[in-house]
Structure formats: structure tokens, C-alpha cells
């Protein structure tokens, strides 16, 4: 997520009440998650495990609960509660607006696009040329809609990440001020939910098509052409590359990648990344032909162990 404006680093540490090590005027362009960061991005970490790998990260404002020796070229913001103070930037340059009107005024509809009745579509939502959105879909703040979208009745664009500390009062989620993306040429079927990123962009490429009742997690990115049967749930910062098929009641683990033109059959469970040009099945996930050998062989343990009884 990129400030409306360049602020400095004693502006940050100013909104959120915390030390600093750095120059003054040390630039700040926004704030990402680790697999996102950029240039003039703040990244927190507030775990040892995960220190070296935020401060030698793209990121070059960190975050963090621990006063350590600044990287060259980089800063650092002090705090106590490192989660709570990234909530408190999210919410200091996103903030919640509540709405009205179904539709709002600063949402753009394209040419010929159709929005059937009772459907919302929130602030600075952009709908692109010749889309059909039927009855019933909510559309969330800032989403981007290609052109020739359908999207069926029921679906929800932009829902809050599923992103919480565990902490001794309660679970605490990290506040969401991403954004939703749709290419041109998607078609969302009936009661389908994608979550907008905790900073970043959730993305369906384009021409890509998706069944009923699928569920995609925060800052995923799907791939051009993919296909994706019903009841697939696809987990935070997973990455679908190009033409990829999902047959239906797949789940994924988060953060990891399927490759170009994968195949997943159904009920697979998606427990790791997997290279492209190959189709997969089962739990943990494998090569389907591989996958299917292990079932014959294990057909024939009855015989097997009855033959070992009879040698006996």
C-alpha cells in the first residue's frame, strides 16, 4: 500500500508513538507484508526467528520490537507492540468509511455494464466495460473490475484477510487495507468469496474462470486462463501461475506456488508447492500417477498378510 504522499521517517514515528533509528527526514512511501515489500515500503516483524529476514528484505523502513544494529541505507521504527502499531498505520491511512447508498458516488461504472438490483458496490470501486454483476454481490472499497466480469449472485469482493495474533485476551486481526483485482475476461460464479490484501492486491488474471462457492485468501495472485471448480479453498499468499486447473474440494496451505498449467484433482490437499506441467492427487499431495500406484499396492495388503499367515 502506497501513501497518498511521501511522509518522513519522524512522521511515522510520530503517528505511532515510537523510537526511531534514522534520519529525520528518512523517506516513507507506504507499508507491504515481507512478500511484497519495495523500496521506501515499512515492513514489521516482531519475532526473533524473522529479524534477519525483514532487515535484509526490500523493505527499508523495519518495524520492529527490538533495538538492533539499522542495515545500511534503511530504518527503523522502535516498538513495543509491532502488530499494533502496523494496524495503527492502517488505520491512520485506510480508514473504515462507512456507506450510505448501495452505490457509491465515487464508484465508476464502464460502458454497458449491467448491476442487477440489491447489489453494493462501495467507495472508489471501478467496474470496467460490458459486465454483468447480478443480484445480491457485494463489492468492497477500492476493487478493480476488468471488462466483459460476470459475477454471479451472492459473491462477496473484498472481505478482511483471515489474519490474527493469538494474544491472552483474545485474537487480534491485522486490519486489511488492501485491495480486490479483477482482469478483464473473469467469470465469478454463485456465493464465491475473495478477500482483499492486508496491504497489497488479491488478483484473478484474465480470462480465468471460477465455479460456485470458492473461498480465495488475502494477497493471493491467480494466473491467466486458470480454472477453478467448485468448492476450492485457496489459502493467503498463494500463487496460481498461468492455466492452471483446480477440480473441486482442493484445499492449499498458505504461501505457496502452483506452477503453469498444474492440474490439482479433487479433494487433493495442497500441502506444498508443486512444479507446472503435471497433474496431482491426495493428501499430502503428489503426482497422481505416483499416487495412484500407492493405492493399488495398498489393495494388495489383505492378500499379502493372509499369505504371510498361511506361510506361518
Not at 507484508?33 to 516482531?46: K, L, Q, Y
Not at 533495538?67 to 502496523?86: H, M, N, Q, Y
Not at 471448480?229 to 473441486?248: P, R
Amino acid at each position: 500500500m502506497k501513501f497518498p504522499q511521501p511522509y518522513t521517517l519522524k512522521q511515522i514515528a510520530t503517528i505511532i508513538g515510537c523510537k526511531f533509528v534514522g534520519q529525520d527526514e528518512f523517506p516513507v512511501l507506504g507499508m507491504n507484508e515481507i512478500h511484497v515489500v519495495e523500496t521506501g515500503d515499512i515492513v514489521f516483524v516482531d519475532h526473533p526467528k524473522y529479524y534477519d529476514k525483514a532487515l535484509q528484505s526490500a523493505a527499508t523502513i523495519v518495524l520492529i520490537n527490538k533495538e538492533v544494529e539499522c542495515p545500511e541505507g534503511k530504518a527503523l521504527l522502535i516498538s513495543d507492540d509491532p502488530f499494533r502499531d502496523f494496524n495503527t498505520l492502517t488505520q491512520f491511512f485506510k480508514p473504515f468509511q462507512s456507506a450510505n447508498k448501495s452505490m457509491s458516488e465515487s464508484a465508476k461504472v464502464g460502458k454497458n455494464s449491467i448491476i442487477q438490483p440489491n447489489c453494493f458496490i462501495g467507495h472508489n470501486v471501478t467496474i470496467g466495460e460490458n459486465c454483468i454483476i447480478h443480484s445480491n454481490v457485494s463489492i468492497y472499497d477500492d476493487a478493480v473490475i476488468g471488462d466483459n466480469v460476470i459475477i454471479h449472485a451472492g459473491t462477496v469482493l473484498g472481505a478482511s484477510a483471515f489474519y490474527y495474533k493469538n494474544r491472552p485476551e483474545g485474537f487480534d486481526q491485522l486490519k486489511s487495507g488492501g485491495r480486490v483485482v479483477i482482469k478483464d475476461n473473469v467469470h465469478i460464479g454463485a456465493l464465491c468469496t475473495i478477500d482483499k490484501g492486508v496491504t497489497g492486491d488479491t488478483i484473478i488474471g484474465e480470462g480465468s474462470k471460477l465455479d460456485n462457492q470458492i473461498q480465495v485468501g488475502h494477497d493471493t495472485v491467480i494466473g491467466k486462463k486458470c480454472l477453478i471448480a467448485s468448492q476450492v479453498g485457496i489459502a493467503g499468499c498463494v500463487v496460481i501461475e498461468d492455466e492452471v486447473t483446480i477440480w473441486g474440494q482442493v484445499g492449499t496451505t498458505s504461501g505457496i506456488r502452483i506452477g503453469t498449467k498444474a492440474v490439482i484433482m479433487g479433494q487433493t490437499g495442497v500441502t506444498k508447492s508443486v512444479a507446472g506441467g503435471k497433474t496431482y492427487f491426495g493428501t499430502p499431495i503428489e503426482e497422481s500417477r505416483n499416487k495412484l500406484k500407492e493405492f493399488a499396492l495398498l489393495r494388495q495388503l489383505p492378500k499379502l498378510i493372509e499369505k504371510l499367515k498361511e506361510n506361518q
